[in-house]
T-cell receptor, first 113, second 112 residues
Framework: DSGVTQTPKHLITATGQRVTLRCSPR?????VYWYQQSLDQGLQFLIQ???????AKGNILERFSAQQFPDLHSELNLSPLELGDSALYFC????????????FGPGTRLTVT | GQQLNQSPQSMFIQEGEDVSMNCTSS?????WLWYKQDPGEGPVLLIA?????ELTSNGRLTAQFGITRKDSFLNISASIPSDVGIYFC????????????FGTGTRLKVLA
């Protein structure tokens, strides 16, 4: 158990809809990272937040948005959903912004029909 | 998106054998990391490397940060059935654009 929690574990929804994925980092970690893992693309870094502020951006689509709240949990919003958004979404956390040792949550499996 | 090249893509080995896999890139990285992912779970950090030429061990695992900073390898000695899974390398640098890029993965299957 990495100490990172993600909800929900599974999500099935339709194209055009909106979903929110939630992540709670390990106790004491200030950075949260979001990743998308699909069969044909591997693990893709989406975005990083550090202590409530956006710190780095990867391959995040404009249809996706994220934020980190004062209690350090983070949410990833995806809307409007497309079929190609079906994937595993992982959240990871680390102590600071310069720490490259990331601890991953169990993931949310999103299926868009 | 950009990915690091990992080889081999997959391998079957006998229990007790040593395993070697590597990761290469056209870009320089400041940090190399190796993760293992079991089915249905998130990646777990195995080893982190912070300096070119660094050789680090974690139990039966040994990893090295290439001198050119463009590659890294991971060795597993005396493999056991629980070594089964997908191994990912990841490279990180923050010169200008932040990058944390994962490899394509090596799927390891151990035959008892």
């Amino acid at each position: 158990d990495s100490g990172v929690t993600q909800t929900p574990k599974h999500l099935i929804t339709a194209t055009g809809q909106r979903v929110t994925l939630r992540c709670s980092p390990r106790s004491g970690d200030l950075s949260v990272y979001w990743y998308q893992q699909s069969l044909d693309q591997g693990l893709q870094f989406l975005i990083q937040y550090y202590n409530g502020e956006e710190r780095a951006k990867g391959n995040i689509l404009e249809r996706f948005s994220a934020q980190q709240f004062p209690d350090l949990h983070s949410e990833l919003n995806l809307s409007p959903l497309e079929l190609g958004d079906s994937a595993l979404y992982f959240c990871a956390s680390s102590r600071g912004t310069g720490d490259y040792e990331q601890y991953f949550g169990p993931g949310t499996r999103l299926t868009v029909t | 998106g950009q990915q690091l090249n990992q080889s081999p893509q997959s391998m079957f080995i006998q229990e007790g054998e040593d395993v070697s896999m590597n990761c290469t890139s056209s870009s320089i990285f400041n940090t190399w990391l190796w993760y293992k992912q079991d089915p249905g779970e998130g990646p777990v950090l195995l080893i982190a490397l912070y300096k070119a030429g660094e050789l680090t061990s974690n139990g039966r695992l040994t990893a090295q940060f290439g001198i050119t900073r463009k590659d890294s390898f991971l060795n597993i000695s005396a493999s056991i059935p629980s070594d089964v899974g997908i191994y990912f390398c990841a490279g990180h640098y923050t010169s200008g654009t932040y990058k944390y890029i994962f490899g394509t993965g090596t799927r390891l299957k151990v035959l008892a």
